[in-house]
């Protein structure tokens, strides 16, 4: 069972910047194609960011040139650091990895920007 824990929300002022981290019970993150995902209230859950197994990376155009996901397969860990935080980037941040047809889910973190 593949367990995903995320840590790194918080509260910050627009135009301030914070760093996610999703770390993962085992060696995964070399096999599974990981993501952030976000959920504001009354939306559905969208894609921000994603990372092959190989290193490829896909962003969300509301992000693109503010937010970039790296991972440490050393430590199991993925991470996005987000800057440049406006109100509009206000949810529910869960993370993702996917192996094969499985998708494991973080339990979210809650990133909240003040304008």
């Known amino acids: 069972q593949v367990q995903l824990v995320e840590s790194g929300g918080g509260l910050v002022q627009a135009g301030g910047s914070l760093r996610l981290s999703c770390a993962a019970s085992g060696s995964i993150f070399s096999i599974a194609s990981t993501g952030w995902y976000r959920q504001a209230p009354g939306k559905q859950r969208d894609m921000v960011a994603s990372?092959?197994?190989?290193?490829?990376?896909n962003y969300a155009d509301s992000v693109k040139g503010r937010f970039t996901i790296s991972r440490d397969n050393a430590k199991n860990t993925v991470y996005l650091q987000m800057n440049s935080l406006e109100p509009a980037d206000t949810a529910v941040y869960y993370c993702n990895a996917r192996i094969t047809i499985h998708d494991y889910w973080g339990q979210g973190t809650q990133v909240t920007v003040s304008s």
């Open positions: 990372i092959s197994k190989g290193g490829s990376t």
